[in-house]
């Protein structure tokens, strides 16, 4: 098991930063690719940007691509997502994940096993 627990989410003007943090516990941190995805009202939950369990590689959705930045820190069990440039488009609740798994960089959801309760980002016009 583990446990994923999200914080940095917040009201934020277009154009402006949000760094997330997600600290994990319970099992061996740098087992896990870990990921970060987000969900809209109404909306599917949607793939934002996933990184190896050294953190030498990561995958970003195209709609975050040159905005986002994901990082991690085994040492702290703790996996960051630093988000610029924001729009509005970008509000949504933002849930921090896990995957136990080696090679490809995981990207869906169903990759996931382990999810946090999530940390809202609202943007605002």
């Known amino acids: 098991q583990v446990q994923l627990v999200e914080s940095g989410g917040g009201l934020v003007q277009a154009g402006g930063s949000l760094r997330l943090s997600c600290s994990a516990s319970g099992q061996t941190f740098s087992r896990y690719q870990m990921g970060w995805f987000r969900q809209a009202p109404g909306k599917e939950r949607e793939f934002v940007a996933a990184i190896s369990r050294r953190g030498d590689r990561a995958e970003y959705a195209d709609s975050v691509k040159d905005r986002f930045i994901i990082s991690r820190e085994n040492a702290k069990n703790t996996v960051y997502l630093q988000m610029n440039s924001l729009k509005p488009e970008d509000t949504a609740n933002y849930y921090c994940?896990?995957?136990?798994?080696?090679?490809?960089?995981?990207?869906?959801?169903?990759?996931?096993?382990?999810w946090g309760q999530g940390t809202q980002v609202t943007v605002s016009s």
């Open positions: 994940a896990a995957a136990p798994r080696l090679g490809s960089i995981a990207t869906s959801r169903g990759e996931f096993d382990y």
